[in-house]
Structures are given as structure tokens and as C-alpha cells.
């Protein structure tokens, strides 16, 4: 068993190596000027740099790009969604598909989820958001549309349930993000959804470092919340656990003593854990992001 993971490891390096060496000699401008790897090895074109994009984006969302920071990977990951950020219409990448001009809500989630493991605050919520402003009455999604400006013509496949699929996903990831050995609840909670009487968390919920649960119960008029978790079951749980408590102090909130909150708290996986916070009084309300 030893052997073969050694010859694995090998053969994955090799892989590694070869893809470096063909994507460092691909990168180029775009007709913006923005470098970028395109998604077809030698292509050289610069018309449509984000068509085909979604070859690069939507396997870093399972590799350890973001685990490396630094790292090639993790640079041309990063670059490229800044490239396709110069590429959207009403929240969406635009004509990254078959569809010309047309909006592919399901990569825009898969940009939401590769944001928020980059660490960037807030760009997976406002892809959740587009998103949503983009699914039909029943909450569904066709797998590509046209921009409002342009007239209606034949879209893709409707309904899209990978497209479901993803933007439930990346309702997880904003509130359990896994970076890493180390998982981070909250770790992009819009402030938005702590209004009062709000209640959200996750119950027995799978991640790619073990089951979580936990909820955030904001009080009636808005002035206190408990946030409690409780470790698993059965299963397996995150070797590591940061709550995040960035939202919290941004909307206001602060310690049962009346201290700031602090930015993190790193917590043990195997047992039950709360903590009660409040907003100072006179200051009624939730501040959203």
C-alpha cells in the first residue's frame, strides 16, 4: 500500500510539473490588458478570455489551491477570477458558455464558493444574491439565459439541478467555510441575515473535513443572539473549528460583558460549546453588510 501511494504521488507531481510548464507559457493579456490562463491549452486568443472558464474554476473548488496560498495554483486561480470579474452582466459571467452573451448562473455560484475559500468577505454573498435574482418563480434555474437587453431567444436546459445543487452548496460555504484542516463557521455571514427573531446554522450537515452542527439565534427585538454548536453523533467531525465572529461585531454586537468581540475563536470539536452575545443598549436593531 506503501508503493502505490508513493507511485501515485509520483505520477501527480508529474502531472503537476507538466501543467505549470504548459500554464506558465500560456498566460497572457486579455484585450483589457488582464493577464489570464485560458482553458484550451495553446489558445492565444484574447476575444473572449472568460469562454470556457468554468474548466479552471469549477475544479478549485476541489483541489488545495486555497490551502496554498502563494502557490501557483493558487495565483492563477485568483487571476482568473479577477479576469472574469471584467466580464459580467447583472452579476454574471456573460458569455462563458454555448449560449452567446448568455448568463450561466451556475458558474456564477461556483465564483461565489471559489471567493469565499480565497477569502475574499462579502464576493461570495453577492453571487448567492445574482444568483437568486436570476431563478424562475419556482426557484429554479435554466443552465444558461439572456441579459434582460437583449430579446428572448432559445436558453439551455431548464431546470438546471446542478444549479440548485451548487447554490445550496454555497449557502453552506458561507457559513461553514473548509480551508485546509480547519473549518470556519459564520466565516462569510452576510450581516443582512441577522435580523431579529433570525435563526440559521446547519444540522448534521457534511463538509470536506467532517459533519458540523450549529445555529445563530438572534432574539425577537434584535439585541441579543446565541450562537451554540454541538459536536456530531456519529461520523467524524473537523479536526479544527474557527468561529468567526466578524459579522457579529460588524452588526453591532459584543460580548456578555460588554467587551469587543474578538475575531476568531478557535474551538474543540468534541464537545458542546455556546456563547451569548449582545448589542449595547439603546442600540436596537441589526446593521446589515
Known sequence: QETDALRCDSIRSAFVRAWERAARKDIHPDRKGLPFLPACVGDTSTSEPQKGQFAILLPARFQSAFSRPGSFADSVVRMNLRMVDHYEEEGMVAGSGWLKDGLWTWLGQIQGTDWALA?????????LYASANHASAAGTWVEEQVPRRLPPRTTGDFADAEGSAVFVH????LLATDIGDTLHLLGDLPGSWLHPGGRLGLRDVATDLGRVTFRLDVSPDGNSALLSYLPVDHGVPPPHIIVNLVALSSAGF??????????GISIRTDRPWSLAVRRPEGEG?????
Open 119 to 127: 477569502g475574499e468577505q462579502g464576493r461570495g454573498y453577492d453571487y
Open 170 to 173: 454555497l449557502v453552506r460555504v
Open 254 to 263: 459584543v460580548g456578555p460583558d460588554g467587551s469587543a468581540l474578538p475575531s
Open 285 to 289: 436593531g441589526v446593521r446589515p453588510r
